[in-house]
T-cell receptor
Framework: GAGVSQSPRYKVTKRGQDVALRCDPISGHVSLYWYRQALGQGPEFLTYFNYEAQQDKSGLPNDRFSAERPEGSISTLTIQRTEQRDSAMYRC???????????????FGAGSRLTVL | GEDVEQSLFLSVREGDSSVINCTYT??????LYWYKQEPGAGLQLLTY?????DMKQDQRLTVLLNKKDKHLSLRIADTQTGDSAIYFCAETLVFSGGYNKLIFGAGTRLAVHP
């Protein structure tokens, strides 16, 4: 597609429920990142995919958070047994290449705002 | 450690220049970035600078890098109301696995008033 698409844009859920957030990156983009942005803060790295391989998941806060990108395109971030502290904007970004020494130009989606009651 | 710091708020008069400052910690950062976030929108890349450069100019935007002090600034000339947004500075963390990731500051909210 023309840009990075995320769905749903808004999700309100009750504490203890599971949620799945979807990211559809720009077609052909190799790298995919998930970030979390709390109100008044900058984006915080969660995880990185190189095609379908989850190369870095060091930013996932705990084992309730998981992500997958099974076919190297669409990615899903899943949060199990949600807690109020999970409320944030979840942002997906993609880039054309595997960023090594060159500039890493990320294109961000509009985000999925999660509210846990 | 990895930490990017920015002042949280800046208010300027329309037509004046704005200067947004940022300090970072990773001296091995290869590229440093400025992103802009408008309400309801994703982060938009404004510009970036390679770490061996001191300055980069792009129309109304000027980026200055002081690598010794790990200080980055973004100057917007002739600031307009449409420039009102949150501006994020980001440094690059490079990993031996052949990838890198961006570490963002908390953002500077720029308010432009008449």
């Amino acid at each position: 597609g023309a840009g990075v698409s995320q769905s749903p844009r808004y999700k309100v859920t009750k504490r203890g429920q599971d949620v799945a957030l979807r990211c559809d990156p720009i077609s052909g983009h190799v790298s995919l990142y998930w970030y979390r942005q709390a109100l008044g803060q900058g984006p915080e790295f969660l995880t990185y995919f190189n095609y379908e391989a989850q190369q870095d998941k060091s930013g996932l806060p705990n084992d309730r958070f998981s992500a997958e990108r099974p076919e190297g395109s669409i990615s899903t971030l899943t949060i199990q047994r949600t807690e109020q502290r999970d409320s944030a904007m979840y942002r997906c970004a993609s880039s054309l290449d595997v960023p090594s020494s060159g500039a890493n130009v990320l294109t961000f989606g509009a985000g999925s705002r999660l509210t846990v009651l | 450690g990895e930490d990017v710091e920015q002042s949280l708020f800046l208010s300027v008069r329309e037509g004046d220049s704005s200067v947004i400052n940022c300090t970072y910690t990773d001296s091995s950062s290869t590229y440093l970035y400025w992103y802009k976030q408008e309400p309801g929108a994703g982060l938009q890349l404004l510009t970036y600078i390679f770490s061996n450069m001191d300055m980069k100019q792009d129309q109304r935007l000027t980026v200055l890098l002081n690598k010794k002090d790990k200080h980055l600034s973004l100057r917007i000339a002739d600031t307009q109301t449409g420039d009102s947004a949150i501006y994020f500075c980001a440094e690059t963390l490079v990993f031996s696995g052949g990838y890198n990731k961006l570490i963002f500051g908390a953002g500077t909210r720029l308010a432009v008033h008449p």
